[in-house]
């Protein structure tokens, strides 16, 4: 049980790093600051910088948005 665990932790652990990673590409593609990031997905400064510092990940409802926000980007392309 024990291997399954950690092997499902890997695997979250690297799909939040990609997710992460693509909203900070996403800001940066679009000159947002972490605020204006912040502002909208309906989140505090403090929480975005917390997510692109390795401090905390995105909660449910929080990557629910992410992924709405970066969907919309490629839509928009």
Do not use: C
Not at 51 to 73: A, C, D, M, V
Request: glycine share 2%; net charge positive; no cysteine.
């Amino acid at each position: 049980m024990k291997k399954f665990e950690s092997k499902y932790n890997m695997l979250y652990n690297a799909f939040m790093d990609e997710l992460i990673e693509k909203l900070e590409i996403y800001r940066l593609e679009n000159r947002i600051s972490q605020k204006q990031l912040a502002d909208k997905l309906h989140v505090a400064f403090s929480t975005v910088n917390r997510w692109f510092n390795g401090w905390t990940i995105p909660n449910k409802i929080q990557r629910y948005h992410i992924k709405k926000l970066l969907e919309n980007s490629d839509n928009a392309s």
